[in-house]
């Protein structure tokens, strides 16, 4: 057997460009905060003073609906005395298109998470690992290597994993801004096209979330109008991943492109360029499940995709389960109403407890995560080196995991993902209170220095707040170089102090 590759030299097998490449993205603020968390968990009772995981979206909201199901429906599983008389069938081989009534249980749930305007034909529903694995599959049916998709920025910072590493498909960022609280827009669209032509790239197509990883809006009907009126006439792919698509909980209705699909002219759109990616990873809360889905209008993709599935299928098992599970209207449509109220009190709950520290956050109106705004906390504006150290004191001396935003390719530092749906509302509590502790310490600290230093700036209203800001973010260097007193000090049970 061959050794391990060692630094100074190779020995062994010489491995793969894929193998040995960069491109997977793990070397990222995002992968090194969950590398951090892996070190040192949280725990309300076994570890208080360890790092909280606030980077993974994922929904644990709902978890116990999907229990007391599972409790109350034992033949849905062939592992249960009840249904193990179905073990064999399920058991044995089956056809990488799926079981015929998980297709038709999909195809249904995808439906009611789109509050019921349209309907998916179940012969088109492709199974895949997940979301990424759907992604990827993607992408190897509609580019080659060194084509290029259009993605707007902030965008979810695994996707230079799930759509480049293995394709060879590059990723050409459309740079949205919070001059227009980074709503995407036709006009940004067809710039970004034109500059990715005029450097003689090969444009296959546009792919985004929405709504949207990691903003958590939604784009309105008459935009993804116009983006499909933009790939139709210039023959290009559009592909949405819907993933989030039942974690809407305010506003107006989510709209999939299978709405515009159907509501437009033939003449506007040509239905052969338009691709859904889903999963049951965030609206149902199930990412081990490993539930993903290509759901394509093109004939020749629904039948590449389902040759490439073969790399990647759910397992007969799970498939068999959630088939009985999503066929259950009654609970299904509990399900998604329960799941959007949680989610909306929770959403609620987070961004009040982040407001009291005088903490703002893009407004949102899905997802499980908020966009913060911590720009007025950079040692020095408009600097990415400033993000980067504040994300270390974050994490190192505050114990939080949040993802800073140039994880997502943003353009403008300061801004962070925070998810807020994987916990329990104690350690939420928790999480609250230490972002609360760590502005209040250093708000106090700079009022000090101040009243020792300046009396005449701290009388001065209006120049007292342009100074505590200014002197705020500088503290936040001194706080990290001199260390900070651990916030898990405090019980870990200390309730949120509600207005």
Known sequence: MGSLIKSGGVSGAILSRIATNDQHGENSEYFDGWKAYDKDPF???RNPHGIIQMGLAENQLCLDLIKDWIKENPKASVCTPEGVYQFSD??????????????????????????????????????????????????????????????PSPYYAAFDRDLRWRTGVEIVPVHCSSSNNFKLT???????????????????????????????????????????????????????????????????????????????DSSEVNVDLIHIVYSLSKDMG???????????????VVSCARKMSSF?????????????????DSFVDNFLMESSKRLGIRHGVFTLGLKKADINCLISTAGLFVWMDLRHLLRVRNSF?????????????VKLNVSPGSSFQCTEPGWFRVCFANMDDDTLHVALRRIQDFVSKNSNKTAEKASDNDQLIQSNNAKKQKWKQSNLRLSFRRLYEDGLSSPGIMSPHSPLLRT
């Not at 006009?187 to 500059?195: D, Q």
């Not at 990647?312 to 259950?328: K, P």
């Open 90 to 151: 399920i058991a044995n081989f089956q056809d990488y298109h799926g079981l015929n009534e998980f297709r038709q249980a999909i195809a249904n749930f995808m439906g009611k998470a789109r509050g019921g305007r349209v309907t998916f034909d179940p012969e088109r529903i492709v199974m895949s690992g997940g979301a990424t694995g759907a992604n990827e599959t993607i992408m190897f049916c509609l580019a080659d290597p060194g084509d290029v998709f259009l993605v």
């Open 312 to 328: 990647g299928l759910v397992s007969s098992q799970t498939q068999f389960m959630l088939a009985s599970m999503l066929s259950d």
């Open 186 to 264: 036709v006009e940004a669209v067809e710039w970004a096209y034109k500059k990715a032509v005029q450097s003689n790239k090969n444009v296959k197509g546009l792919l985004f979330t929405n709504p949207s990883n990691p903003l958590g809006t939604i784009l309105d009907k008459d935009t993804l109008k116009n983006l499909v009126r933009f790939v139709t006439r210039n023959n290009i792919h559009l592909v949405v991943d819907e993933i989030y698509a039942a974690t809407v909980f305010a506003g107006e209705n989510f709209a999939s492109v299978a709405e515009v699909v159907k509501d437009l």
């Open 385 to 397: 080196e400033s993000e980067i150290e504040l994300w270390h004191i974050i994490i190192d001396k």
């Open 43 to 45: 725990h309300l009772s």
């Open 286 to 300: 199930l990412p081990g499940f490993r539930v993903g889905i290509v759901y394509s209008y093109n004939d020749s």
